[in-house]
């Protein structure tokens, strides 16, 4: 039986990223349309010239582009941190340690509580246009706790990191090489099977290099791919460290030397920056615009998670990133979708071409630049993920 096909025409500005198929770094084309057949994209280019399909969807000349890539979230968890939130907005100065008050909520929940958790910020993403997410555990900290984070992520997306060096565990406070020993070793082992990612914390309160590098090493001989938080609250040595290894990133990116910046331009690491982890703990927000002018591959993502950016919206990062950032609407843009991509280590997503994956994102506007141009709007018109209508 052939698979059906649809035709989305009537498109009146469609961001692509592949300079190939139209204008510029985005790709842009207009009055376009494309055609999905199944889970993949079959063809784009001039309405005019669209091929038949089953089915017709008429965009009514609003604006179009991929569907967008959170490369860093925080997902899977428990409980609630609107005080600390609080205090912190009164004058309280932010640190990791908040971490462990979700790790004790985390650990008593019931496997069905996070799962449910975890399907409702999936959901609430997808309503706003990500249609690719990154899942990381770290609220465990336990060796049951961290492989059941997996488990439980795995349900939702391939793209599961075992961030089991998150914070040094609590029973571990007064033996963080006890930690470090357990995360690259029993806990490890029950992870593994269940990730394609290692991340570590490299930031005073969490782990210094050496720990960070103990870990990202332990995780590469069992397969995993690391990334890495680095530069979040200081200067640290987590972006060489990154680059070093050959991370697919490095997040956070705050604080950065020169050196760290020309090691991202020189590498294959993306510089991948969370402006809702500055706006939510009123930190000094990285600079896009020094990277992008130093050639590094930028991607933004929204850092979800409970303590330090309870915020699921790829587009209000994309609006922070313009007007706090340096970057430009067409670039933020397209680190918050082939930039994220990249982040992954995917090619058949952050793009419309054929052959990629079918993920649309329709807006309720003329043009991609409204993300940046309407903050707060919800502009979110239409979604396809994987060829299948969600929104």
């Not at 039986?1 to 025409?9: F, G, K, N, Q, Y």
């Not at 207009?30 to 001039?46: F, I, L, M, Q, Y």
């Not at 029950?190 to 490299?202: G, I, L, M, T």
């Not at 939510?280 to 303590?307: K, M």
């Amino acid at each position: 039986m052939s698979t059906r096909t649809t035709l989305i025409t009537g498109i009146g500005s469609l961001v692509t990223n592949d300079p190939g198929q139209g204008a510029g770094p985005l790709g842009l084309l207009t009055d376009a349309a494309v055609v999905v057949e199944g889970a993949t994209v079959a063809w784009v280019g001039p309405a005019a010239q669209a091929p038949a399909a089953d089915e017709r969807f008429d965009a009514g000349g609003r604006a179009a582009l991929p569907g967008f890539v959170d490369s860093h979230a925080h997902l899977v968890f428990a409980g609630d941190r609107t005080a600390e939130f609080n205090a912190r907005m009164s004058g309280q100065a932010y640190t990791a340690g908040g971490i462990r008050t979700t790790v004790a909520a985390t650990r008593a929940a019931s496997d069905a509580e996070l799962d449910a958790n975890l399907a409702r910020f999936v959901r609430e993403a997808v309503r706003q246009g990500t249609t690719t997410v990154e899942c990381k555990s770290g609220y465990g900290l336990t060796v049951e706790d961290e492989a059941r984070a997996l488990r439980i992520a795995a349900r939702h997306t391939p793209e599961t990191t075992y961030l089991g060096a998150h914070v040094v565990a609590p029973e571990y406070a007064e033996d963080p090489a006890g930690y470090v020993d357990l995360v690259t070793g029993e806990m490890l082992d029950a992870c593994a099977p269940h990730a394609r990612w290692v991340d570590v914390f490299c930031e005073k309160g969490a782990f210094d290099g050496d720990q960070a590098r103990a870990v990202l090493t332990a995780g590469i001989e069992r397969g995993l791919t690391p990334r890495v938080h680095a530069n979040q609250l200081s200067y640290g040595p987590g972006v060489q460290l990154a680059v070093e290894l050959g991370a697919a990133s490095a997040d956070h990116c705050t604080h950065l030397t020169d050196e760290d910046v020309a090691a991202l331009a020189g590498s294959a690491t993306v510089a991948t920056l969370l402006p809702g982890a500055e706006f939510s703990t009123r930190a000094e927000y990285p600079s896009g615009r020094r990277l992008l002018d130093a050639g590094a591959v930028v991607a933004l993502s929204t850092d979800c998670n409970p303590g330090s950016s309870f915020t699921s919206s790829m587009a209000f990062c994309i609006a922070v990133a313009v007007r706090e950032m340096g970057m430009t609407p067409d670039e933020a843009v397209r680190a918050a979708t082939l930039g994220g991509a990249q982040a992954l280590r995917r090619s058949d997503v952050g793009v419309v071409a054929p052959g990629a994956r079918a993920d649309l994102l329709l807006l309720d506007a003329p043009s991609h630049v409204h993300l940046a141009y309407r903050p707060g709007v919800p502009l979110t018109a239409a979604v396809w993920r994987a060829g299948v209508r969600e929104v």
